[in-house]
């Protein structure tokens, strides 16, 4: 039922997008961000059984022994358990070029992962759990880090294919039937991959109860409760932190961003590069947005992890032809964090004990880090990317070698 009903949505949204190329930067967009006031975010989304979540008693919950009916990837209540009887869907979203913007589904994931691809640009893991996106895209390909996060949150994986070198590492885990990835000449459906418009640009979307059902029926795969236990959630503000209200993340000079903290809402607001910053043009920003709520990308938490990277292949480039890179991301062990909740920053320490589990955040000392409950984004940067504070913002320039 969910992969026609997904095929469906296809098929009612087969229009050409409007902007097939870079956008050109309205007047709002055209400057570095003003400390003027910044657009609501939207309410958090409704849950897959159409309630809203809720929060927990003020004590918290976690890391373990997490409650039936309550999220261990968000810390919330849901209002039917039976959305938790299953493994989370992860799928690979593109931010690159800004034609494929806004995306889909990126709202209703509980948590996300940026990080560094290859050739100047990041991408998206996102983690769908007690929400279901019936469109989530455009998909574009795997790299290393996608290993350890699949075997982390023990979920289903779409992509769009990878490099041969990193799919045959992924076809060599446990978990390789989970994985779902375009190959030429595979039909959709039955596959819940699927062209958005074959004559448009690069546009592949999933649906991530279709990928559920799909794996079942096809794969006999079993769709049970994975263990997610790790990380602790209370809503009670921690001690010890200091205000900061912007976090900016500098890739490169075409792919930039900054988490801006709003007050009303509790939440931050993601913001997202508009052009190149080169030549003396500047940084410019626009809201980013979901293509199929029409909420403003949003999180509870925000968290700079870093994480060593090393080249797993690297060619300079040569005969005006581009680098060719593929970076090993090592999230294993522990290393530096930044974590973001409620207008401050704490200095932390993520953790990663074994190839299952979520991660999780100590303070320096030890001590469990208490994530606010909510949606979670991860921003991870290299171990030569040092932060610069100014006041009540922080910007971490990423530097790759």
């Known amino acids: 039922m969910c992969i026609a009903m997904f095929l469906l949505a296809c098929n009612l949204s087969t229009t050409r997008p409007a902007d097939l190329h870079t956008p050109a930067a309205t007047e709002a967009e055209t400057a570095a961000p003003q400390d003027d006031p910044v657009p609501e975010a939207t309410a958090q989304p409704q849950g897959a059984s159409g309630a809203t979540d809720a929060p927990n008693p003020p004590q918290g919950v976690g890391p373990r022994a997490f409650p039936p009916d309550v999220n261990p990837l968000t810390g919330l209540t849901v209002s039917d358990p039976a959305v938790l009887d299953r493994r989370p869907v992860a799928v690979k979203i593109n931010n690159y070029p800004r034609s494929n913007r806004p995306q889909w589904g990126l709202s209703l994931a509980d948590i996300v992962y940026e990080y560094y691809h290859n050739n100047d640009l990041p991408r998206f893991h996102a983690i769908f759990y007690s929400r279901d996106a019936e469109l989530a895209g455009p998909i574009r390909s795997g790299r290393l880090l996608d290993i350890h996060l699949v075997a982390m949150y023990q979920s289903d994986f779409v992509f769009g294919s990878a490099d041969e070198r990193i799919l045959d590492q992924l076809n060599d885990q446990t978990y390789r039937k989970r994985l779902i990835y375009l190959l030429d000449g595979d039909p959709c459906p039955p596959q819940p991959v699927c062209r958005y418009d074959p004559a448009g640009y690069n546009l592949l979307v999933t649906g991530t109860q279709a990928v559920r059902e799909y794996l079942s029926e096809y794969r006999e795969q079993r769709d049970d409760r994975p263990d997610l236990d790790g990380m602790w959630f209370n809503p009670g503000l921690p001690q010890g932190g200091q205000p900061l209200v912007r976090l900016y993340v500098r890739y490169s000079y075409g792919a930039y961003l900054y988490w801006q903290w709003d007050p009303t809402t509790g939440r931050y607001l993601r913001y997202q590069d508009t052009q190149e910053d080169f030549q003396g043009r500047g940084e410019a920003y626009a809201l980013l947005t979901d293509r199929l709520t029409g909420d403003a990308i949003a999180a509870d938490n925000v968290v700079v992890l870093v994480v060593e990277h090393k080249d797993f292949v690297y060619q300079p480039p040569k005969d005006g032809n581009p680098a060719v890179e593929i970076i090993d991301i090592k999230l294993e062990g522990s290393g530096r964090a930044y974590a973001l909740r409620d207008g401050m920053l704490f200095e932390v320490r993520w953790v990663r004990a074994a ?30 990317t040092k932060p610069s504070f100014d006041g009540d913002t922080v910007r971490f320039n990423f530097v790759i070698r």
């Open 355 to 384: 190839d299952e589990g979520a991660l999780s955040l100590t303070f320096l000392d030890g001590s469990p880090y208490p994530y606010k409950p909510g949606v979670t984004w991860y921003q991870v940067v290299s171990v030569k």
